[in-house]
């Protein structure tokens, strides 16, 4: 089946540097890849929609300053979170969906934490 | 818009019992329908969905869900729940399948 690898799993920064978080679809070719941010306790909150070779399309509230999304090609979509606070600590989820047939596959997320 | 309601936060029962995640949802069109199963520390991995024909929907580890129009619901049951079963459960709503919409999620507990 489709698989949608997040990478890292988990990473510490320091306030005021920035990290990217990688979303590769393994075995399909993705042209709309989506960003969630989850809270303790909540439910998963979109935050962009990834379009391949053009600008991603961000929700309402989200800054686009600050969260960056590349998606170079097909199978890669990445988000940069720039100048981290301890505010943006959270778990972030990608998911991919497949160009041939209807699926999404979301991948294993990523515990960020800002110290 | 969509929205997706998941009334009950938290569900403990004990092995064995049966076990019933209820899910609503409101939409003007028709609908795709999804539950979603999240470990501790991980992604979401989809359990069961919708699309269209038969109404009642069923996944390999013995959860099944049912489409009921009429009351706009999608909830999600299982007869004899295992300790293997605790984590959180997401019921999901899209439409023109380029979005999703989730609900709050519901964090089944299983007591032995």
């Known amino acids: 089946g489709a698989v949608v690898s997040q990478h890292p799993s988990r990473v510490i920064c320091k306030s005021g540097t920035s990290v990217k978080i990688e979303c590769r679809s393994l075995d399909f070719q993705a042209t709309t890849m989506f960003w969630y941010r989850q809270f303790p306790k909540k439910s998963l909150m979109l935050m962009a929609t990834?379009?391949?070779?053009?600008?991603?399309?961000?929700e309402q509230g989200v800054e686009k300053d600050k969260f960056l999304i590349n998606h170079a090609s097909l199978t890669l979509s990445t988000l940069t979170v720039t100048s981290a606070h301890p505010e943006d600590s959270s778990f972030y989820i990608c998911?991919?969906?497949?160009?041939?047939?209807?699926?999404?596959?979301f991948g294993s997320g990523t515990r960020l934490t800002v110290v | 818009a969509q929205s997706v309601t998941q009334l009950d936060s938290q569900v403990p029962v004990f092995e064995e019992a049966p076990v019933e995640l209820r899910c609503n949802y409101s939409?003007?069109?028709?609908?795709?329908l999804f539950w979603y199963v999240q470990y501790p520390n991980q992604g979401l991995q989809l359990l069961l969905k919708?699309?269209?024909?038969?109404?009642l929907v069923e996944s390999i580890n013995g959860f099944e869900a049912e489409f009921n129009k009429s009351q706009t619901s999608f909830h999600l049951r299982k007869p004899s729940v295992h300790i293997s079963d605790t984590a959180e459960y997401f019921c999901?709503?899209?439409?023109?399948?380029?979005?999703?919409?989730f609900g709050t999620g519901t964090s089944l507990t299983v007591i032995p």
């Open positions: 999901a709503v899209s439409d023109t399948g380029n979005q999703f919409y």
């Open positions: 990834s379009n391949e070779g053009s600008k991603a399309t961000y």
């Open positions: 998911s991919a969906r497949e160009d041939r047939g209807y699926g999404y596959t």
């Open positions: 939409s003007s069109v028709s609908v795709y």
């Open positions: 919708y699309l269209s024909g038969s109404t």
